[in-house]
């Protein structure tokens, strides 16, 4: 089967630093994508990870370990902006041609 | 640069109504994906076809029929609507797989009350 967790909900201040975590159980694996969705809108993608380490992307950085099963995605400098569901989705697959299983998302709301 | 327009944008109908949902690209995607969002569900994939032609189930396909007679169009129909297909739909789609690190992209949604 698939199962895919994520935070529920997460707070933090404008200027600080967020980490969001996932982890996942699939069985098999070919990559690990994090998506951001702000409210009423559509998801955007923001990362793949498909070996272990860090991926960064200017303000956003996401981390996996495949033997752990787990991934972060980390926020630095949050701005007001940065408030959204992230989504975490695994590729179930030992081949490429599978789509994406999303996990439920995580809510941040980014205070003053 | 459309990219991938999901039509209409919102639709109320009645219970055992037919609906049918456009979706249209213009990146020449082989991939293309059906998902529902649902508060506490996240998002589900209903139906993704790999080329004009093909389709496959995906997790939750029932009360839902597909086509994909043009490689640009996906249309998801709803033969006989029920209250529980309320829901925000996602049209998706994603250049061939292979490698596995294609993202989907995303069109801005249908949001659908089944009355």
């Known amino acids: 089967g698939q199962n895919i967790d994520q935070p529920t909900e997460m707070t933090a201040t404008e200027g600080a630093i967020v980490q969001i975590n996932c982890t996942y159980q699939t069985s098999g694996f070919n990559g690990l994508f994090w998506y951001q969705q702000h409210a009423g809108e559509a998801p955007t993608f923001l990362s793949y990870n498909v070996l272990d380490g860090l991926e960064e992307k200017g303000r956003f950085s996401s981390f996996l370990s495949r033997s752990k099963g787990y991934s972060y995605l980390l926020l630095k400098e949050l701005q007001m902006k940065d408030s959204a569901s992230y989504l975490c989705?695994?590729?179930?697959?030992?081949?490429?041609?599978?789509?994406?299983?999303f996990g439920k998302g995580t809510r941040l709301s980014v205070i003053a | 640069d459309a990219g991938i327009t999901q039509s209409p944008r919102y639709k109320i109908t009645e219970t055992g109504r037919q609906v049918t949902l456009m979706c249209h690209q213009t990146w020449s995607h082989s991939y293309m994906f059906w998902y529902r969002q649902d508060l506490g569900h996240g998002l589900r994939l209903i139906y993704y076809?790999?080329?004009?032609?093909?389709?496959d189930k995906g997790e939750v396909p029932d009360g839902y029929v597909v086509s994909r007679s043009k490689t640009e169009n996906f249309p998801l129909t709803l033969e006989s609507a029920t209250r529980s297909q309320t829901s925000v739909y996602f049209c998706a789609s994603s250049d061939t797989l292979t490698g596995g690190n294609q993202p989907q992209h995303f069109g801005d949604g249908t949001r659908l009350s089944i009355l």
């Open positions: 076809s790999a080329a004009a032609d093909i389709t």
């Open positions: 989705a695994v590729r179930d697959s030992n081949s490429g041609n599978t789509p994406l299983v």
